[in-house]
């Protein structure tokens, strides 16, 4: 079957900086997204990573190992406004995307 | 660029009634459009594919004629949930992909629907 890991909930202090990893195994692979979803809306692209290796978008970082199946986002001088879910999500070989549960992350001041 | 809008944006209904969720890509053709439903605290559920112009592509346990989408035009998909009970109420997301080669879906704001 298909399925994807990430931890349940992290906590993280304002000003910090926090990594949340992601594991996958699907059939096939054409990339990995990482998404971020505030309580009671829709959720937001953040990164797109099909190569292996480091993707830098400001203070949003994304990695991804093919190899290991392993993905991980971080998260540099953490704002409260990051309080969030993040989703990260795998497109198979049918290019359907295929869910993680989210990790909620909780920032304290 | 890329914006996907949904409406409405809440509705409550009454067990029994009928409730349509439109979902519009504003400024790209999607040729795909997804639908999704979230229950509290939990991750996303996809409950169809559709296609311009073709039927829906259901997951598995997803009634097909109780949650019936209609995606008409490269713009336009709607759901609609017939004959809505207090367990269908829950927060439904609309995504759009069609513009990008790595299928980025782009998500609506999502509809909170309360069925009494």
């Known amino acids: 079957g298909q399925n994807i890991d990430q931890p349940t909930e992290m906590t993280a202090t304002e000003g910090a900086i926090v990594q949340i990893n992601c594991t996958y195994q699907t059939s096939g692979f054409n990339g990995l997204f990482w998404y971020q979803q505030h309580a009671g809306e829709a959720p937001t692209f953040l990164s797109y990573?099909?190569l292996d290796g480091l993707e830098e978008k400001g203070r949003f970082s994304s990695f991804l190992s093919r190899s290991k199946g392993y993905s991980y986002l971080l998260l540099k001088e953490l704002q409260m406004k990051d309080s969030a879910s993040y989703l990260c999500a795998v497109l198979d070989s049918n290019y359907q995307l295929i869910w993680g549960a989210g990790t909620k992350l909780i920032i304290k001041p | 660029g890329a914006v996907v809008s949904q409406h409405p944006s809440w509705v409550i209904c009454k067990s029994g009634t009928s409730v349509k969720i439109e979902c519009r890509s504003l400024d790209f053709q999607a040729t795909t459009m997804f639908w999704y439903r979230q229950f509290p605290k939990q991750s996303l559920m996809l409950m169809a594919t559709s296609n311009e112009g073709s039927k829906a592509t259901y997951e598995q346990g997803v009634e097909k004629d109780k949650f019936l989408i209609n995606h008409a035009s490269l713009t336009l998909s709607t759901l609609t949930v017939t004959s809505a009970h207090p367990e269908d109420s829950s927060f439904y997301i609309c995504?759009?992909?069609?513009?990008?080669?790595?299928?980025?879906?782009?998500f609506g704001p999502g509809t909170r629907l309360t069925v009494l």
């Open positions: 990573n099909v």
């Open positions: 995504s759009a992909s069609g513009t990008s080669s790595y299928n980025e879906q782009f």
